[in-house]
């Protein structure tokens, strides 16, 4: 059973930064890429970052402030979030999808997903 465990969300300053992490398990990590969403209070879930055979893409909104990562020693991805603004409020949430997949085509479009961790909330105050 595929596993998908964020944490790391929390209350920050615009300005700030903010490293959430999604713990893996119950598959192949290596078979697999895993993606970041998020979804903010009455909109539409949004792609955020995806990460396909150490390929990133990123959503033009967070490209320069958000870096995606693996550690595939530990089966965890981060999302390491810089300079967040008030607009970055939102659920974040964890997806995993089996290769192959195209991380460009991925964060363009949230359904393409498998598997969704629980989220994990970030707020940020202006």
């Known amino acids: 059973e595929v596993q998908l465990v964020e944490s790391g969300g929390g209350l920050v300053q615009a300005g700030g930064s903010l490293r959430l992490s999604c713990a893996a398990s119950?598959?192949?990590?290596?078979?697999?890429?895993i993606g970041w969403f998020r979804q903010a209070p009455g909109k539409e879930r949004e792609g955020v970052s995806c990460?396909?055979?150490?390929?990133?893409s990123y959503a033009d909104s967070v490209k320069d402030r958000f870096t995606i990562s693996s550690d595939n020693a530990r089966n965890t991805v981060y999302l390491q979030m810089n300079s967040l603004e008030p607009e970055d409020t939102a659920v974040y949430y964890c997806?995993?999808?089996?290769?192959?997949?195209?991380?460009?085509?991925?964060?363009?479009?949230?359904?393409?997903?498998?598997?969704w961790g629980q989220g994990t909330q970030v707020t940020v105050s202006s």
């Open positions: 997806a995993a999808r089996p290769l192959p997949i195209l991380p460009s085509l991925w964060v363009r479009m949230p359904e393409l997903s498998s598997d």
């Open positions: 119950g598959f192949t990590f290596d078979d697999y890429a």
């Open positions: 990460l396909s055979s150490n390929d990133a």
